[in-house]
T-cell receptor
Framework: AQSVTQLGSHVSVSEGALVLLRCNYS??????LFWYVQYPNQGLQLLLK??????LVKGINGFEAEFKKSETSFHLTKPSAHMSDAAEYFC?????????????FGKGTTLSVSS | DGGITQSPKYLFRKEGQNVTLSCEQN?????MYWYRQDPGQGLRLIYY???????QKGDIAEGYSVSREKKESFPLTVTSAQKNPTAFYLC???????????FGPGTRLTVT
């Protein structure tokens, strides 16, 4: 069965520092993987997606993620944090290969950025 | 602009009352979903629908009901049988052939 584990419910960085948010997945089929960002009291916004093309995926706002099959990981990184990056981040995996299938979400990681 | 609309943003109800949350999309997406979000729990799937007049239960469907009479609309009813209905509810949709979901702004339901 598919599952997602986000390591660390809270991550704190200084402005300008590297951001690293960890996501490990379990999937019985080749996965489609996603990172979403959520600001307080808002819906989720798609940051980036892995759909079996390039293993290094670039997203919006300077974020990127690398799919590592051997490690079953899809960690999210950004070279230099900005105050506006403070939000909650969710990693998600498709339940099956079929298009339109629902997603399984991790429990989220709250990113705090200090000046 | 295309998007997903959820209304209202905040909803208050008394215990024992049924309440319906609205979700409308003008993206021409085929599949629609309802998730519930609680602090520290991530998103949990309530119901989803891949085509009109058809829907399936998700992981936590008990105490909820849905309908899909139109492609654009996927309302969620929180019934009095739902033991702990206070939560943030998110609606999402996916276009045909795709996997990524697009989310509405959410409805925060408080039941007292």
């Amino acid at each position: 069965a598919q599952s997602v584990t986000q390591l660390g419910s809270h991550v704190s960085v200084s402005e300008g520092a590297l951001v690293l948010l960890r996501c490990n997945y379990s999937s019985s089929v080749p996965p489609y993987l996603f990172w979403y960002v959520q600001y307080p009291n808002q819906g989720l916004q798609l940051l980036l997606k892995y759909t079996s093309a390039a293993t290094l995926v670039k997203g919006i706002n300077g974020f990127e993620a690398e799919f590592k099959k051997s490690e079953t990981s899809f960690h999210l990184t950004k070279p230099s944090a900005h105050m506006s990056d403070a939000a909650e981040y969710f990693c998600a995996v498709t339940r099956a290969n079929q298009a339109g299938t629902a997603l399984i979400f991790g429990k989220g990681t709250t990113l705090s950025v200090s000046s | 602009d295309g998007g997903i609309t959820q209304s209202p943003k905040y909803l208050f109800r008394k215990e024992g009352q049924n309440v319906t949350l609205s979700c409308e999309q003008n993206l021409n997406h085929d599949a629609m979903y309802w998730y519930r979000q609680d602090p520290g729990q991530g998103l949990r799937l309530i119901y989803y629908s891949q085509i009109v007049n058809d829907f399936q239960k998700g992981d936590i469907a008990e105490g909820y009901s849905v309908s899909r009479e139109k492609k654009e609309s996927f309302p969620l009813t929180v019934t009095s049988a739902q033991k702990n209905p206070t939560a943030f509810y998110l609606c999402a949709s996916t276009k045909a052939g795709a996997h990524e979901q697009y989310f509405g702004p959410g409805t925060r339901l408080t039941v007292t």
